[in-house]
Nanobody, 115 residues
Framework: QEQLVQSGGGLVHPGGSLRLSCAAF????????MAWYRQAPGKQRELVAS???????DYADSVKGRFTISKDNTKNTVYLQMNSLKPEDTAVYYCNARFSNHDYWGQGTQVTVST
């Protein structure tokens, strides 16, 4: 059964780091565009970062230089390394996989940046 299983997240102080992982139980994982989205309370879900075929990456302006998306095709896993975290990064983070008419979402994981 195709699914995305997320891990990581939690509570961190401002300036700290966290890494999110997303294990993809998908056939032909390397063909998928993988992405991380987030949704803060009262706000719309927004794209944080994406990684496409040949590992081309894109980032939201708000996270450029602080977050890094990567993937390991041997483990069918995508990561989001988050450094220099700010309180405004607090949100539920979702992993997404998209290819052709296939679109899958992870279960979501809470990231809270607070003193």
């Amino acid at each position: 059964q195709e699914q995305l299983v997320q891990s990581g997240g939690g509570l961190v102080h401002p300036g700290g780091s966290l890494r999110l992982s997303c294990a993809a139980f998908l056939n032909s994982f390397n063909l998928y565009t993988m992405a991380w989205y987030r949704q803060a309370p009262g706000k719309q879900r927004e794209l944080v970062a994406s990684i496409r075929l040949r590992s081309t990456t894109d980032y939201a302006d708000s996270v450029k230089g602080r977050f890094t998306i990567s993937k390991d095709n041997t483990k069918n896993t995508v990561y989001l390394q988050m450094n220099s975290l700010k309180p405004e990064d607090t949100a539920v983070y979702y992993c997404n996989a998209r290819f052709s008419n296939h679109d899958y979402w992870g279960q979501g994981t809470q990231v809270t940046v607070s003193t």
